[in-house]
């Protein structure tokens, strides 16, 4: 991210000949139930196949009928994650939800489970407008934060989060990380979990509004497998059980990383809540 920073601000060093960005987005929303303890946790988007190839494949689809829509020859570019492109900043722009306090896009009605991604082309069409914020004084998700990683509304320490940790960095996870993270051992949807945006849409059932996209659906052993046996996955079991999924990010050795400190933890846990940075600290204590 450091290296591609002034292509992060402006999309047009990414795509110069750029116009306009059309962005879109999938809810995934694949709430998990409380689990047994043991029972390794990972984030609820990765329990499918990589949404990546699935986004990619999608947006290259909407790419090649540009040209009948828009009725003239379209260049265009898509992006989805990969890209160093800000996503977020794009779909708050274009309507699709706010960025909320915890620093994720939350749609009005369908919430914050969501992929983005989008399509850079090189003609200008009409835009929509930005949605009202409409986190209003709602603390939760700053309060639940384990690490205290949400220092305060819409700025969050990646350095501290649980995601950031099991999910994009082979360094050992800082002990008072793995105090906290429990059996989550691939990224972390506290802030979501209690977001009242999630909490009042069904997880299954009359009134859900989530998707029944194959590929989003949850591979039953990333479901039932406990802490020790990840700890203990084979090449041959990680092969059988991750392939062609987002944990392919972590790579085996993380994912064995990750359950073996959770484990530690586990065995040596205090109940005493790890101290955060002077600033998270008076976030708390105080509502900007």
């Avoid at 499918?48 to 990619?56: E, T």
């Avoid at 909407?62 to 977020?88: A, H, Y």
């Avoid at 846990?269 to 998270?280: I, K, S, V």
Wanted: a positive charge; hydrophobic letters at 35%; glycine letters at 6%.
């Amino acid at each position: 991210m450091e290296r591609t920073a002034a292509t992060r601000r402006s999309l047009r060093e990414w795509a110069p000949w750029a116009e306009c960005v059309i962005m879109v987005a999938a809810r995934y929303c694949v709430i998990e139930q409380e689990q047994p303890s043991d029972r390794a946790r990972f984030a609820g988007y990765a329990l499918g196949l990589d949404y990546h190839d699935w986004f990619r494949k999608r947006l290259i689809r909407l790419g090649r009928l540009l040209s009948n829509i828009l009725g003239r020859t379209v260049q265009w570019k898509p992006f989805c994650d990969t890209s160093p492109v800000l996503e977020r900043s794009y779909a708050a722009h274009a309507g699709i939800g706010w960025i909320g306090r915890n620093t994720m896009i939350i749609h009005p009605v369908l919430g914050s489970y969501l992929l983005i991604g989008g399509i850079a082309i090189d003609v200008g069409i009409e835009t929509d407008s930005p949605v009202k914020d409409a986190c209003g004084t709602c603390r939760r998700c700053i309060d639940a934060c384990p690490t205290m990683a949400i220092l305060h509304p819409y700025k969050l320490d990646a350095r501290r989060c649980i995601s950031y940790h099991t999910i994009e960095t082979p360094d050992p996870i800082p002990e008072e990380v793995a105090a906290v993270m429990e059996n989550r051992v691939f990224g972390c949807d506290i802030c979501q979990e209690v977001c009242p945006m999630n909490r009042m849409q069904p997880a299954h059932g009359p009134g859900y509004r989530g998707t029944i996209e194959p590929a989003f659906q949850p591979h039953g052993e990333r479901r039932t497998m406990t802490m020790e046996e990840l700890a203990a996955l084979t090449p041959e079991r990680y092969r059988a059980i991750f392939r062609r999924s987002a944990m392919e990010r972590a790579g085996r050795e993380g994912l064995t990383r990750n359950a073996q400190a959770a484990r530690d933890s586990q065995a040596n846990r205090t109940m005493a809540r790890p101290n955060g940075p002077p600033e998270a600290e008076a976030a708390r204590r105080t509502d900007p």
